[in-house]
């Protein structure tokens, strides 16, 4: 919900609560034939307060920015599958790597446009741009190293702005 006087300021909050299902697939292939693929599957619980300046008074295009928390609901979400199995069960191996790479929280910053409509329907486009590293690397046998891997996301949602009170 959006904290705004409609007839006197162009300014607004607008705490969200919000689910989110990312990832991403990593992709791997070598001289020797071996092909394999993991693929992250995080699911976020995410709280996002954006502040929003709406550019023209008499409708409800608007600019946002803000932050996001992401809190991580499934850090072992990881699935593997490759095209040798003689080198280990894929099963064995997808929960070896579970054990070594797991997922952490997510935080960034958003700046997005949209449009509400007079009704509570708001329509919006939003890109997310992660600062903190979202899959830590333990020390592990397959030579992997910690390196920053880092959210980034393009989203459009199309939702409807509840009145619990207004100011």
Do not use: C, H, W
């Given at each position: 919900y959006r904290f705004r006087d409609n007839n006197n300021t162009s300014f607004a909050i607008q705490p969200e609560l919000t689910y989110a299902d990312q990832g991403g697939i990593f992709n791997y292939n070598d001289i020797n034939g071996l092909d394999y693929s993991i693929a992250f599957q995080y699911n976020y619980l995410r709280l996002t307060p954006?502040?929003?300046?709406?550019?023209?008074?008499?409708?409800?295009?608007?600019?946002?920015?803000?932050?996001?928390?992401?809190?991580?609901?499934?850090?072992?979400?990881?699935?593997?599958?490759?095209?040798?199995?003689?080198?280990?069960?894929?099963?064995?191996?997808?929960?070896?790597?579970?054990?070594?790479?797991?997922?952490?929280?997510?935080?960034?910053?958003?700046?997005?446009?949209?449009?509400?409509?007079?009704?509570?329907?708001?329509?919006?486009?939003?890109?997310?741009?992660?600062?903190?590293?979202?899959?830590?690397?333990q020390a592990n046998g397959f030579y992997f190293v910690e390196n920053q891997n880092r959210n980034t996301t393009i989203e459009a949602t199309l939702s409807y702005a509840i009145p619990f009170f207004s100011w």
């Open positions: 954006m502040v929003k300046i709406y550019l023209i008074d008499e409708i409800g295009l608007n600019i946002a920015l803000g932050a996001e928390l992401g809190f991580n609901l499934g850090t072992a979400n990881l699935n593997y599958t490759s095209n040798m199995p003689n080198l280990g069960p894929d099963l064995q191996i997808q929960q070896s790597l579970r054990q070594v790479l797991k997922g952490r929280n997510n935080v960034g910053f958003t700046v997005g446009i949209g449009y509400e409509l007079p009704m509570g329907l708001m329509i919006s486009g939003r890109y997310i741009y992660g600062i903190s590293d979202v899959i830590e690397t």
